[in-house]
Protein backbone atom coordinates (compact mmCIF):
# COMPACT_ATOMS: atom_id res chain seq x y z
CA UNK A 1 0.00 0.00 0.00
CA UNK A 2 2.79 2.45 1.00
CA UNK A 3 4.34 1.61 -2.13
CA UNK A 4 1.14 2.54 -4.67
CA UNK A 5 0.79 5.98 -2.84
CA UNK A 6 4.42 6.97 -2.05
CA UNK A 7 4.58 8.18 -5.93
CA UNK A 8 0.95 10.12 -5.68
CA UNK A 9 1.88 14.24 -5.34
CA UNK A 10 4.90 13.77 -4.92
CA UNK A 11 7.36 17.31 -6.06
CA UNK A 12 10.43 15.80 -7.57
CA UNK A 13 12.38 18.86 -6.37
CA UNK A 14 11.43 19.06 -2.19
CA UNK A 15 10.16 15.47 -1.77
CA UNK A 16 7.08 16.93 -0.06
CA UNK A 17 3.66 16.10 -1.33
CA UNK A 18 1.38 18.58 -2.68
CA UNK A 19 -2.20 16.88 -2.26
CA UNK A 20 -3.99 19.04 -2.45
CA UNK A 21 -8.51 19.43 -2.36
CA UNK A 22 -10.21 18.21 -5.23
CA UNK A 23 -6.84 18.26 -7.59
CA UNK A 24 -5.67 15.65 -9.72
CA UNK A 25 -3.41 14.61 -7.00
CA UNK A 26 -6.29 13.88 -4.64
CA UNK A 27 -8.58 12.33 -7.20
CA UNK A 28 -5.53 9.81 -7.73
CA UNK A 29 -5.76 9.44 -3.67
CA UNK A 30 -9.34 8.61 -3.88
CA UNK A 31 -8.97 5.95 -6.39
CA UNK A 32 -6.22 4.41 -4.65
CA UNK A 33 -8.49 4.09 -1.51
CA UNK A 34 -11.77 2.82 -3.74
CA UNK A 35 -8.95 -0.19 -5.19
CA UNK A 36 -8.21 -0.98 -1.29
CA UNK A 37 -12.04 -1.26 -0.77
CA UNK A 38 -13.00 -3.59 -3.64
CA UNK A 39 -10.11 -5.55 -3.26
CA UNK A 40 -11.28 -6.39 0.29
CA UNK A 41 -15.00 -6.53 -0.98
CA UNK A 42 -15.78 -3.39 0.94
CA UNK A 43 -18.97 -1.41 -0.45
CA UNK A 44 -17.47 1.59 -1.27
CA UNK A 45 -19.47 5.01 -1.30
CA UNK A 46 -18.85 8.74 -1.56
CA UNK A 47 -21.18 11.02 0.48
CA UNK A 48 -22.53 14.14 -0.14
CA UNK A 49 -19.34 16.30 1.14
CA UNK A 50 -16.90 14.26 -0.95
CA UNK A 51 -15.78 11.87 2.06
CA UNK A 52 -15.17 8.31 0.91
CA UNK A 53 -16.28 5.48 3.28
CA UNK A 54 -15.65 1.62 2.95
CA UNK A 55 -17.89 -0.51 4.54
CA UNK A 56 -18.18 -4.23 5.76
CA UNK A 57 -21.42 -5.44 7.41
CA UNK A 58 -24.65 -2.89 6.30
CA UNK A 59 -24.02 0.50 6.75
CA UNK A 60 -27.60 1.36 7.54
CA UNK A 61 -27.58 -0.95 10.82
CA UNK A 62 -26.27 1.58 12.96
CA UNK A 63 -23.49 1.45 15.78
CA UNK A 64 -21.03 1.08 13.42
CA UNK A 65 -17.19 0.88 14.52
CA UNK A 66 -15.25 3.27 12.24
CA UNK A 67 -11.53 4.28 11.79
CA UNK A 68 -9.46 6.20 9.25
CA UNK A 69 -8.13 9.44 8.99
CA UNK A 70 -7.34 11.69 5.34
CA UNK A 71 -5.04 11.33 2.44
CA UNK A 72 -4.42 15.34 1.44
CA UNK A 73 -1.46 17.07 2.57
CA UNK A 74 -0.13 20.54 3.54
CA UNK A 75 2.10 22.24 1.07
CA UNK A 76 5.33 19.82 0.48
CA UNK A 77 4.20 17.20 3.33
CA UNK A 78 5.00 14.24 4.74
CA UNK A 79 3.99 10.88 3.62
CA UNK A 80 2.64 9.68 6.86
CA UNK A 81 0.42 12.65 8.17
CA UNK A 82 -2.97 11.14 7.53
CA UNK A 83 -2.63 8.36 5.33
CA UNK A 84 -0.69 6.43 8.01
CA UNK A 85 -3.97 5.95 9.65
CA UNK A 86 -5.82 5.17 5.95
CA UNK A 87 -3.22 2.73 4.89
CA UNK A 88 -3.07 1.18 9.42
CA UNK A 89 -6.46 0.87 9.21
CA UNK A 90 -7.09 -1.27 5.87
CA UNK A 91 -4.14 -3.27 7.67
CA UNK A 92 -5.64 -3.93 10.63
CA UNK A 93 -8.76 -5.18 8.80
CA UNK A 94 -6.64 -7.93 7.01
CA UNK A 95 -5.43 -8.90 10.58
CA UNK A 96 -8.52 -9.01 11.95
CA UNK A 97 -9.60 -11.39 8.87
CA UNK A 98 -6.03 -13.29 9.62
CA UNK A 99 -7.20 -13.42 13.28
CA UNK A 100 -10.32 -15.06 11.58
CA UNK A 101 -12.60 -12.63 14.45
CA UNK A 102 -16.57 -12.65 13.80
CA UNK A 103 -17.95 -9.01 13.75
CA UNK A 104 -20.82 -8.56 15.39
CA UNK A 105 -20.85 -4.24 14.55
CA UNK A 106 -20.33 -2.78 11.22
CA UNK A 107 -16.98 -1.92 10.24
CA UNK A 108 -16.17 1.32 8.45
CA UNK A 109 -12.88 3.10 7.02
CA UNK A 110 -12.90 6.42 6.02
CA UNK A 111 -11.19 9.21 3.67
CA UNK A 112 -12.22 12.45 5.15
CA UNK A 113 -11.60 14.86 2.14
CA UNK A 114 -9.87 18.06 2.24
CA UNK A 115 -8.38 17.72 6.22
CA UNK A 116 -5.30 19.99 5.83
CA UNK A 117 -6.82 23.07 4.10
CA UNK A 118 -3.79 23.50 2.27
CA UNK A 119 -5.88 24.51 -0.77
CA UNK A 120 -9.08 26.66 0.50
CA UNK A 121 -8.02 28.03 3.69
CA UNK A 122 -10.18 26.16 6.19
CA UNK A 123 -8.69 22.60 7.98
CA UNK A 124 -11.23 20.01 7.85
CA UNK A 125 -14.09 20.89 5.28
CA UNK A 126 -15.38 17.45 4.62
CA UNK A 127 -15.67 16.63 8.66
CA UNK A 128 -17.09 19.99 9.19
CA UNK A 129 -19.81 19.61 6.59
CA UNK A 130 -21.07 16.59 8.09
CA UNK A 131 -20.72 17.38 11.28
CA UNK A 132 -22.82 20.78 10.72
CA UNK A 133 -19.96 22.99 12.17
CA UNK A 134 -19.58 24.17 8.59
CA UNK A 135 -23.00 25.60 6.57
CA UNK A 136 -23.14 25.42 2.72
CA UNK A 137 -23.24 29.08 2.16
CA UNK A 138 -20.10 29.33 4.05
CA UNK A 139 -18.26 26.60 2.05
CA UNK A 140 -19.32 28.00 -1.05
CA UNK A 141 -17.69 31.25 -0.34
CA UNK A 142 -14.14 29.56 0.40
CA UNK A 143 -11.76 30.40 -2.27
CA UNK A 144 -8.14 28.99 -3.22
CA UNK A 145 -4.98 31.47 -3.89
CA UNK A 146 -6.29 31.30 -7.91
CA UNK A 147 -10.02 32.28 -7.16
CA UNK A 148 -11.05 29.06 -7.82
CA UNK A 149 -14.27 28.71 -5.54
CA UNK A 150 -14.64 25.34 -3.42
CA UNK A 151 -18.18 24.97 -5.32
CA UNK A 152 -16.59 25.14 -9.00
CA UNK A 153 -13.83 23.10 -7.52
CA UNK A 154 -15.69 20.02 -6.75
CA UNK A 155 -17.87 20.40 -10.08
CA UNK A 156 -14.30 20.08 -12.33
CA UNK A 157 -13.59 16.50 -9.83
CA UNK A 158 -16.83 15.38 -10.77
CA UNK A 159 -18.48 15.85 -7.68
CA UNK A 160 -22.04 17.65 -6.75
CA UNK A 161 -21.55 20.66 -4.49
CA UNK A 162 -24.76 21.06 -4.44
CA UNK A 163 -25.65 18.74 -2.02
CA UNK A 164 -22.97 19.18 0.36
CA UNK A 165 -24.14 19.99 4.07
CA UNK A 166 -24.61 18.56 7.40
CA UNK A 167 -25.18 15.14 7.44
CA UNK A 168 -26.93 13.91 10.72
CA UNK A 169 -28.12 10.46 9.13
CA UNK A 170 -24.74 9.18 8.56
CA UNK A 171 -23.27 10.40 12.30
CA UNK A 172 -25.89 8.51 13.24
CA UNK A 173 -24.69 5.02 11.54
CA UNK A 174 -21.25 5.41 13.78
CA UNK A 175 -21.21 4.29 16.76
CA UNK A 176 -17.53 5.22 17.32
CA UNK A 177 -14.89 6.42 15.38
CA UNK A 178 -10.79 5.63 15.96
CA UNK A 179 -8.53 7.59 14.52
CA UNK A 180 -4.60 6.20 14.20
CA UNK A 181 -2.51 9.06 13.07
CA UNK A 182 1.15 10.09 13.70
CA UNK A 183 2.19 11.91 16.59
CA UNK A 184 3.29 15.28 15.77
CA UNK A 185 5.55 15.59 18.31
CA UNK A 186 8.27 13.91 20.03
CA UNK A 187 6.04 12.70 24.01
CA UNK A 188 6.28 9.12 22.97
CA UNK A 189 10.18 8.99 21.52
CA UNK A 190 10.83 10.09 25.12
CA UNK A 191 8.99 7.72 27.21
CA UNK A 192 9.83 4.90 25.17
CA UNK A 193 6.46 3.72 23.80
CA UNK A 194 5.36 3.20 20.15
CA UNK A 195 2.00 3.30 20.56
CA UNK A 196 -0.12 6.13 22.75
CA UNK A 197 -3.83 7.45 23.27
CA UNK A 198 -5.24 10.57 22.95
CA UNK A 199 -6.26 12.82 25.91
CA UNK A 200 -7.41 15.82 24.45
CA UNK A 201 -6.51 18.42 21.47
CA UNK A 202 -5.66 22.30 22.14
CA UNK A 203 -8.34 24.74 21.52
CA UNK A 204 -6.31 26.66 18.01
CA UNK A 205 -7.51 28.57 15.38
CA UNK A 206 -6.55 31.26 12.49
CA UNK A 207 -6.68 34.65 12.05
CA UNK A 208 -5.73 36.38 8.84
CA UNK A 209 -4.08 39.82 9.02
CA UNK A 210 -4.49 42.35 6.17
CA UNK A 211 -1.64 45.12 6.39
CA UNK A 212 -2.46 48.26 3.44
CA UNK A 213 0.10 50.71 3.11
CA UNK A 214 1.07 52.63 0.03
CA UNK A 215 2.63 51.12 -2.96
CA UNK A 216 5.91 53.36 -4.16
CA UNK A 217 9.09 53.30 -5.85
CA UNK A 218 12.00 52.01 -3.60
CA UNK A 219 14.60 53.46 -4.99
CA UNK A 220 13.03 57.31 -4.77
CA UNK A 221 10.39 57.33 -1.82
CA UNK A 222 12.36 58.39 1.41
CA UNK A 223 12.26 56.58 4.37
CA UNK A 224 10.26 58.85 6.37
CA UNK A 225 7.48 59.29 3.85
CA UNK A 226 6.52 55.36 3.67
CA UNK A 227 3.58 53.75 4.64
CA UNK A 228 5.01 50.21 4.45
CA UNK A 229 2.96 47.72 5.49
CA UNK A 230 5.94 44.74 5.69
CA UNK A 231 7.62 46.98 8.91
CA UNK A 232 3.77 46.38 10.78
CA UNK A 233 3.93 42.65 9.00
CA UNK A 234 7.69 42.20 10.37
CA UNK A 235 6.98 43.07 13.74
CA UNK A 236 3.52 41.50 14.08
CA UNK A 237 5.46 38.24 13.44
CA UNK A 238 7.81 39.01 16.23
CA UNK A 239 5.21 39.87 18.91
CA UNK A 240 3.98 36.65 17.60
CA UNK A 241 6.70 34.79 19.13
CA UNK A 242 7.53 36.75 22.11
CA UNK A 243 3.58 36.38 23.01
CA UNK A 244 3.02 32.70 22.63
CA UNK A 245 6.78 32.71 24.41
CA UNK A 246 5.59 34.28 27.75
CA UNK A 247 2.56 32.28 27.78
CA UNK A 248 3.17 28.57 26.70
CA UNK A 249 1.36 28.72 23.66
CA UNK A 250 2.11 28.36 20.22
CA UNK A 251 1.95 31.32 17.51
CA UNK A 252 3.14 30.97 14.20
CA UNK A 253 2.75 33.19 10.84
CA UNK A 254 3.32 30.50 8.31
CA UNK A 255 1.68 31.69 5.29
CA UNK A 256 2.06 35.21 3.72
CA UNK A 257 1.22 37.34 0.52
CA UNK A 258 2.47 40.31 -0.96
CA UNK A 259 1.26 43.10 -3.29
CA UNK A 260 2.32 44.06 -5.75
CA UNK A 261 5.30 41.71 -4.69
CA UNK A 262 8.13 43.03 -6.09
CA UNK A 263 11.76 43.75 -5.82
CA UNK A 264 12.09 47.27 -6.14
CA UNK A 265 8.70 48.18 -4.87
CA UNK A 266 7.14 48.96 -1.29
CA UNK A 267 4.22 46.98 -0.51
CA UNK A 268 0.72 48.00 -0.80
CA UNK A 269 -0.52 45.12 0.86
CA UNK A 270 0.66 42.28 2.87
CA UNK A 271 -1.46 39.49 4.28
CA UNK A 272 -0.62 37.02 6.67
CA UNK A 273 -1.99 34.14 8.30
CA UNK A 274 -1.36 33.67 11.87
CA UNK A 275 -1.91 29.76 13.08
CA UNK A 276 -2.30 29.92 16.97
CA UNK A 277 -2.80 26.76 20.13
CA UNK A 278 -2.83 26.89 23.80
CA UNK A 279 -3.64 24.34 26.29
CA UNK A 280 -7.05 26.38 27.27
CA UNK A 281 -9.20 28.50 25.50
CA UNK A 282 -8.07 31.68 27.89
CA UNK A 283 -4.56 31.10 26.93
CA UNK A 284 -5.63 31.15 23.34
CA UNK A 285 -7.69 34.24 23.69
CA UNK A 286 -5.09 36.24 25.74
CA UNK A 287 -1.97 36.03 23.02
CA UNK A 288 -4.28 36.37 20.11
CA UNK A 289 -5.47 39.10 21.74
CA UNK A 290 -2.19 40.52 22.38
CA UNK A 291 -0.51 39.93 18.78
CA UNK A 292 -3.66 42.20 17.63
CA UNK A 293 -3.05 45.00 19.90
CA UNK A 294 0.88 44.68 18.87
CA UNK A 295 -0.42 44.85 15.11
CA UNK A 296 -2.59 47.69 15.96
CA UNK A 297 0.03 49.61 17.81
CA UNK A 298 2.69 49.28 14.94
CA UNK A 299 0.16 50.09 12.00
CA UNK A 300 -0.62 53.57 13.90
CA UNK A 301 3.14 54.72 13.99
CA UNK A 302 3.86 53.10 10.11
CA UNK A 303 0.94 55.07 9.01
CA UNK A 304 -1.00 51.18 8.12
CA UNK A 305 -4.59 49.93 7.88
CA UNK A 306 -5.46 47.03 9.52
CA UNK A 307 -7.56 44.48 9.30
CA UNK A 308 -7.85 40.95 11.25
CA UNK A 309 -10.55 38.41 10.35
CA UNK A 310 -10.64 35.09 12.20
CA UNK A 311 -11.19 32.57 9.44
CA UNK A 312 -11.42 29.32 11.79
CA UNK A 313 -11.59 28.67 15.53
CA UNK A 314 -11.62 25.29 17.22
CA UNK A 315 -12.28 24.52 20.93
CA UNK A 316 -10.38 22.35 23.26
CA UNK A 317 -11.32 18.97 22.67
CA UNK A 318 -11.97 16.11 25.61
CA UNK A 319 -12.22 12.93 23.99
CA UNK A 320 -14.63 10.76 26.03
CA UNK A 321 -13.42 8.98 28.42
CA UNK A 322 -15.59 6.34 28.76
CA UNK A 323 -14.53 5.40 25.38
CA UNK A 324 -10.32 6.49 25.91
CA UNK A 325 -10.41 4.22 28.93
CA UNK A 326 -12.14 1.43 26.82
CA UNK A 327 -9.13 1.52 24.43
CA UNK A 328 -6.57 1.42 27.34
CA UNK A 329 -8.35 -1.30 28.75
CA UNK A 330 -8.16 -3.30 25.13
CA UNK A 331 -4.37 -2.22 25.61
CA UNK A 332 -3.44 -3.44 28.12
CA UNK A 333 -2.91 0.10 30.04
CA UNK A 334 -0.10 -0.18 27.96
CA UNK A 335 -0.24 3.28 26.25
CA UNK A 336 0.41 6.76 27.72
CA UNK A 337 -2.56 9.27 27.47
CA UNK A 338 -0.55 12.27 25.28
CA UNK A 339 -2.56 15.91 24.59
CA UNK A 340 -2.32 17.39 21.23
CA UNK A 341 -1.93 20.59 19.82
CA UNK A 342 -2.71 19.55 16.07
CA UNK A 343 -6.19 19.59 15.22
CA UNK A 344 -8.00 16.21 13.61
CA UNK A 345 -11.24 15.08 12.36
CA UNK A 346 -11.87 13.05 15.09
CA UNK A 347 -11.62 16.16 16.94
CA UNK A 348 -14.65 17.55 14.91
CA UNK A 349 -16.64 14.96 15.02
CA UNK A 350 -16.37 14.40 18.61
CA UNK A 351 -19.03 16.68 19.17
CA UNK A 352 -21.60 14.15 17.53
CA UNK A 353 -20.01 10.67 18.23
CA UNK A 354 -17.97 8.58 20.94
CA UNK A 355 -14.31 9.61 18.87
CA UNK A 356 -10.67 8.51 19.89
CA UNK A 357 -7.43 8.37 18.61
CA UNK A 358 -4.67 6.65 18.55
CA UNK A 359 -0.62 7.86 18.38
CA UNK A 360 1.98 6.32 16.70
CA UNK A 361 5.81 7.17 17.51
CA UNK A 362 7.67 10.22 15.72
CA UNK A 363 11.18 9.60 16.85
CA UNK A 364 12.25 13.16 15.46
CA UNK A 365 8.71 14.83 16.47
CA UNK A 366 8.85 16.31 12.79
CA UNK A 367 5.48 16.67 11.01
CA UNK A 368 4.17 18.18 7.55
CA UNK A 369 7.34 18.42 6.43
CA UNK A 370 9.41 16.00 4.13
CA UNK A 371 11.39 14.39 6.74
CA UNK A 372 8.21 13.40 8.63
CA UNK A 373 8.95 9.78 9.62
CA UNK A 374 7.46 7.30 11.39
CA UNK A 375 9.95 3.26 11.91
CA UNK A 376 7.98 0.28 10.62
CA UNK A 377 8.07 -1.56 13.43
CA UNK A 378 6.46 1.31 15.24
CA UNK A 379 3.91 1.26 12.25
CA UNK A 380 3.32 -2.34 12.46
CA UNK A 381 2.82 -1.87 16.55
CA UNK A 382 0.43 0.99 15.39
CA UNK A 383 -1.63 -1.81 13.33
CA UNK A 384 -1.57 -4.15 15.51
CA UNK A 385 -3.00 -1.66 18.04
CA UNK A 386 -5.50 -0.69 16.13
CA UNK A 387 -6.52 -4.00 15.14
CA UNK A 388 -6.84 -5.33 19.32
CA UNK A 389 -9.26 -1.93 19.79
CA UNK A 390 -11.55 -2.45 16.68
CA UNK A 391 -11.66 -6.58 17.74
CA UNK A 392 -12.97 -5.42 21.34
CA UNK A 393 -15.21 -2.75 20.23
CA UNK A 394 -16.98 -4.26 17.16
CA UNK A 395 -16.12 -8.25 17.39
CA UNK A 396 -17.64 -8.91 20.74
Not at 41 to 52: K, P, S
Not at 198 to 214: L, S, V
Not at 219 to 235: K, S
Request: proline share 4%; net charge negative.
Amino acid sequence: MWTDLRHIGRDAGSGGYRRYAWTAADADCRDWFREQAEDRGLAHETDRNGNQWAWLGDPTAGDAVVTGSHLDSVPDGGAFDGPLGVVSSFAALDELRRRRVEFTRPLAITNFGDEEGARFGLACVGSRLTAGQLAKEQAYALRDADGVSLPEAMEAAGHDPESIGADPERLARIGAFVELHVEQGRALDVSGDPVGIAGAIWPHGRWRFDFRGEANHAGTTRLADRRDPMLTYAETVLAARREAELAGALATFGKVSVEPNGVNAIPSLVRGWLDSRAADQATLDTVVAAIEQAAKDRAQRDGVDLAVVRESSTPVVEFGHALRDEIGRLLGGRAPLLGTGAGHDAGILSAAVPTAMLFVRNPTGVSHSPAEYAAEDDCVAGVLALADVLEGLACR
